[in-house]
Each structure stands twice: as C-alpha cells, then as structure tokens.
C-alpha cells in the first residue's frame, strides 16, 4: 500500500524525519507531500521545500519520494492511488486538530493512519526550529 505523508515541512525536522522513517516500515511507498498550506506563509515555495527535504533524507530509503502539491491532500490520493495518509501528532492539541482533517479525508475515501511522536522528539516544531533559526 502507498502511504502519503503531507505538511508544509518548513523546515523539514528530525520529528518529520523519525515519522517517515517508522512509515517506511508500515507501507511499501511512502510519499512526502509538501503541500500548500493557506494558514501558512512560509519563507520558500512547496518545489524548494521540496527540494530540501529530498536533501534531507537517506538516499537508501529508495521507497520514500518528495512531491510538491497545491490541492487537496485527498485529491492527490486519488490521482494518484495512494490508499492512506499517514500524520505525526506530538500532543493532545494536534490529536484533535489532526482528527478533524483525518474525519474530513475519511469522508473523501482516504483514511489517516496516527503516528504519536517519540518523546524525545515532541517539543520539536516547525514553528520552534524556525524561531531559533533566527
């Protein structure tokens, strides 16, 4: 089965990465779709994030990809038969806006596999490492 696994990933961090490791293990292709987000305004568009996450992981993880995408995540699923989406979720407040989405998807035909983070991994956010970046 093909898993996609979506996020505006700006950055890319070690959580996103240690999810997309643990999802190769579940599913024979893994998708990493950095996807435009209208909530977000981030400092490149989705191909460079994309770029850098291609970067960023393993070469021998031959069953990873990197797309870029601009529409709905179902929308990609389904042009492109990908049967799951897979979401990381560090705490209880992305559990409940994850489920949100994951009940919309499910209503479109795409059901979302759950992640939890690893605890060392938890406190890391996009939105932390952009902060310290500064």
């Given at each position: 089965?093909?898993?996609?696994?979506?996020?505006?990933?700006?950055?890319?961090?070690?959580g996103h990465l240690n999810v997309v490791n643990r999802a190769r293990d579940l599913f024979d292709e893994v998708v990493v779709l950095v996807a435009v987000n209208s909530d977000k305004h981030p400092g490149t568009?989705?191909?460079?994030?994309?770029?850098?996450?291609?970067?960023?992981?393993?070469?021998?993880?031959?069953?990873?990809?990197?797309?870029?995408?601009?529409?709905?995540?179902?929308?990609?699923?389904?042009?492109?038969?990908?049967?799951?989406?897979?979401?990381?979720?560090?705490?209880?407040?992305?559990?409940?806006?994850?489920?949100?989405?994951?009940?919309?998807?499910?209503?479109?035909?795409?059901?979302?596999?759950?992640?939890?983070?690893?605890?060392?991994?938890?406190?890391?956010?996009?939105?932390?490492?952009?902060?310290?970046?500064?």
């Amino acid at each position: 089965m093909r898993a996609v696994y979506p996020g505006s990933f700006d950055p890319f961090t070690p959580g996103h990465l240690n999810v997309v490791n643990r999802a190769r293990d579940l599913f024979d292709e893994v998708v990493v779709l950095v996807a435009v987000n209208s909530d977000k305004h981030p400092g490149t568009d989705e191909e460079e994030r994309a770029a850098a996450v291609r970067a960023i992981l393993p070469v021998e993880w031959t069953s990873v990809t990197v797309a870029a995408w601009s529409g709905l995540t179902s929308t990609y699923c389904r042009h492109h038969e990908v049967g799951v989406i897979v979401r990381g979720v560090r705490n209880t407040t992305d559990l409940r806006t994850e489920y949100q989405l994951a009940a919309m998807n499910q209503s479109l035909g795409v059901p979302t596999v759950f992640l939890p983070a690893q605890p060392e991994l938890a406190a890391v956010s996009s939105t932390a490492v952009r902060t310290l970046g500064k």
